[in-house]
C-alpha cells in the first residue's frame, strides 16, 4: 500500500556529491526499515545502505564512509548524501521498505518503483 518514490539523481564529476530522496506516501519508519539499493548494468542489486526502526545505520563496504542514510520523519523522507562519488557508483538507485535483519532487508516481492539513475563520469 505504500509508495517510495525515489529522486534527486543526476550526473557528476568523480569526486563529487549529490543527495537522494526517498519519499513515502504514508509514516511507516516505526514499523519498518527502509534501504537503499543500487543496480549497475550487468550486475546484481545491492544494498547499500540501511535505517532501522530503532535509526542506527548500516551500510556496504564499498561505500563506508562515503555515503549517510537518513531520514525525516515528519516529512516521511529518507534521504542517502553521497560524497567522494566514483564512476564505480555509477547505477540506479533504489529506496524500499521492510523487516532488517541477518544483514539483509526482506521487502514485498515486486515492490520496485523506478529508481534514480546516478551517473559518475568526468
Known amino acids: 500500500q505504500v509508495q517510495l518514490v525515489e529522486s534527486g539523481g543526476g550526473l557528476v564529476q568523480p569526486g563529487g556529491s549529490l543527495r537522494l530522496s526517498c519519499a513515502a506516501s504514508?509514516?511507516?519508519?516505526?514499523?519498518?526499515?527502509v534501504g537503499w539499493y543500487r543496480q549497475a548494468p550487468g550486475k546484481q542489486r545491492e544494498l547499500v545502505a540501511v535505517?532501522?526502526?530503532?535509526?542506527?545505520?548500516e551500510y556496504g563496504d564499498s561505500v563506508k564512509g562515503r555515503f549517510t542514510i537518513s531520514r525525516d520523519n515528519a516529512k516521511n523522507t529518507v534521504y542517502l548524501q553521497m560524497n567522494s562519488l566514483r564512476p564505480e557508483d555509477t547505477a540506479v538507485y533504489y529506496c524500499n521498505a521492510g523487516s532488517y535483519g541477518f544483514g539483509k532487508l526482506y521487502v514485498q516481492a515486486g515492490s520496485w518503483g523506478q529508481g534514480t539513475q546516478v551517473t559518475v563520469s568526468s
Open positions: 535505517i532501522t526502526t530503532g535509526g542506527s545505520t
Open positions: 504514508g509514516s511507516i519508519f516505526s514499523i519498518n526499515a
